[in-house]
């Protein structure tokens, strides 16, 4: 393998057993599981994530509404119950599980498309740009998502309410202004999620190659590290991600006119609230990163050994 380096890296490569690639529908219905996973252990940490980035300036003199992760994680449960950190909750569901379903059958198409036989052992480049082509194609199913995902989070129970639910405020952002309503901040969640998915998946299989010990397939690994390396593919995603994560959400929430696009949300955070105010959350996310992520692919690689099992020749 290429990925491994020359020396005695490529004598390990050599030494592993061959590891099968699963099919396209094996890749779909286990990015599916796993992202249920994602969401039922990250979701609490996504609210406080969101509700941390968005939180309005304090005036000054004043304190800030939240001062941190934990006092956001109290406050939501203390004034709305610890119900509240789940708020929002049926938006991922419905959309993770389609889009990490996509996002790793991208991910297994964009494999596919560099093997010239289905016995190709690929290099750690081309599966951080079979990554990226899974960030392109889950971007575009994901975006409206995300939208109604992010405007419905910042609804706290104390003002009026907008949108009565994800479905209503998605029927009124349509009403609006029609699919290009839904899909602003495009250009934000592609700069997040190509170079992310590209971290994501080259170092997810970066770690396997190397907890998996000479003459043994990856296939056999334990579930322990199995979590290991998607939780540390979780945090290399997220560091990438994190920026242009929050340029994205303050501009998907933002008043219809008040930014023209994702450079000027950049120049006025940088200009208003220095270069830190971009990493807001930072804490919360990686908090939620290695355990959501870890949970991620220990539930994809279940699921692809159960279906492996049922159908051998898929």
């Known amino acids: 393998g290429a990925g491994a380096g020359a020396g005695a890296g490529a004598g390990v490569e050599v030494a592993r057993k061959q590891h099968k690639e699963p099919g396209l529908f094996k890749s779909f219905v286990a990015g599916g599981v796993g992202g249920v996973c994602v969401v039922l252990v990250g979701h609490p940490l996504d609210t406080i994530k969101v509700r941390l980035q968005t939180q309005p300036l304090p005036a000054p003199g004043e304190k800030p509404l939240f001062t941190g992760t934990f006092d956001c994680a109290v406050k939501t449960v203390r004034n709305e119950g610890f119900t509240g ?3 929002g909750m049926l938006a991922p569901l419905l959309g993770v599980t389609p889009l990490f379903a996509v996002c790793f059958f991208g991910y297994g198409f964009g494999k596919k498309l560099q093997m010239k036989t289905p ?75 190509v170079p992310g998915s590209g971290a994501y998946f080259g170092f997810y299989e970066f770690v396997l190659r190397s907890l998996t010990p000479g003459g043994q397939s990856r296939d056999q690994l334990s579930p322990s590290r199995v979590l290991f390396a998607g939780g540390m593919a979780g945090v290399a995603n997220w560091s990438i991600a994190i920026a242009p994560d929050t340029l994205k959400s303050r501009f998907q929430i933002a008043p219809e006119g008040k930014y023209r696009g994702v450079r000027d949300v950049f120049r006025e955070m940088v200009r208003v609230e220095g270069p830190t105010a971009l990493f807001k959350g930072l804490v919360p996310i990686m908090l939620r990163a290695f355990p959501a992520n870890a949970a991620c692919f220990l539930g994809y690689e279940t699921s692809i050994r159960v279906l492996n099992w049922l159908m051998p020749n898929w």
């Open 119 to 193: 016995q190709d052992n690929l290099a750690l480049t081309q599966h951080v740009l079979a990554g990226m082509f899974s960030g392109v194609l889950s971007t575009v199913i994901m975006t409206p998502g995300e939208r109604i995902k992010c405007l419905m989070q910042v609804q706290m129970d104390s003002g009026a309410k907008k949108y009565s639910s994800s479905i209503d405020c998605g029927k009124k952002l349509f009403k609006q202004g029609g699919l290009s309503s839904l899909y602003r901040g495009t250009c934000a969640t592609l700069l997040r999620d």
């Open 85 to 87: 950190l789940y708020k």
